[in-house]
T-cell receptor, first 114, second 112 residues
Framework: ETGVTQSPTHLIKTRGQQVTLRCSSQSGHNTVSWYQQALGQGPQFIFQYYREEENGRGNFPPRFSGLQFPNYSSELNVNALELDDSALYLC?????????????FGPGTRLTVL | DQQVKQNSPSLSVQEGRISILNCDYTNSMFDYFLWYKKYPAEGPTFLISISSIKDKNEDGRFTVFLNKSAKHLSLHIVPSQPGDSAVYFCAARDSGNTPLVFGKGTRLSVIA
């Protein structure tokens, strides 16, 4: 069974640029959630994708967008990067409708915006 | 407005002793609570959970206690081991596959 994987591991961008982060969900999981973890904070929910559609969104501006593909992998896109976007971005997969569903997290992508 | 609060940023415990990590929540709609452990350069790993119909759940050295009236939960680790040194996040959600709401975490250091 393959766990949740994310790429790249680290990324450095400059303010105003755009970035795409990628996530492969755990085998058998059909739901992907993205979280932002700023330094000294807990993970904060960005959005969730299920059946290739956004299925819930946290308090993040529209320049944060995502995609889910038929194989349940997902992308997080951030446009017009700001310095405050520097954070660890975590992807978590789960199985919708499993009754209880602990989300399994990937190792994250560390984004630095200069 | 933090719905899940972990008021102790850090905790230091001797090996073999009990570690108690605390978490408070404000949203009365939360009915499922989880603890995650996070090592540096890794994603959070699920540790143990409890639903609001229970007041205790045990898994080996880890026990979670839930006090719904006080909106408080705690994680007990007995006995603590050096490998338990990590950041522990409390998380909560309401029914269904809804987003987790995390606390800021508590860094546990277990000293040999």
């Amino acid at each position: 069974e393959t766990g949740v994987t994310q790429s790249p591991t680290h990324l450095i961008k400059t303010r105003g640029q755009q970035v795409t982060l990628r996530c492969s969900s755990q085998s058998g999981h059909n739901t992907v959630s993205w979280y932002q973890q700023a330094l000294g904070q807990g993970p904060q929910f960005i959005f969730q994708y299920y059946r290739e559609e956004e299925n819930g969104r946290g308090n993040f501006p529209p320049r944060f967008s995502g995609l889910q593909f038929p194989n349940y992998s997902s992308e997080l896109n951030v446009n017009a990067l700001e310095l405050d976007d520097s954070a660890l971005y975590l992807c978590a997969s789960s199985l919708q409708g499993s009754g209880y569903n602990e989300q399994f997290f990937g190792p994250g992508t560390r984004l630095t915006v200069l | 407005d933090q719905q899940v609060k972990q008021n102790s940023p850090s905790l230091s415990v001797q090996e073999g002793r009990i570690s108690i990590l605390n978490c408070d929540y404000t949203n009365s709609m939360f009915d499922y609570f989880l603890w995650y452990k996070k090592y540096p350069a890794e994603g959070p790993t699920f540790l143990i959970s409890i639903s609001s119909i229970k007041d205790k759940n045990e898994d080996g050295r880890f026990t979670v206690f839930l006090n719904k009236s006080a909106k408080h939960l705690s994680l007990h680790i007995v006995p603590s081991q050096p490998g338990d040194s990590a950041v522990y996040f409390c998380a909560a959600r309401d029914s269904g596959n809804t987003p987790l709401v995390f606390g800021k975490g508590t860094r546990l250091s277990v000293i040999a």
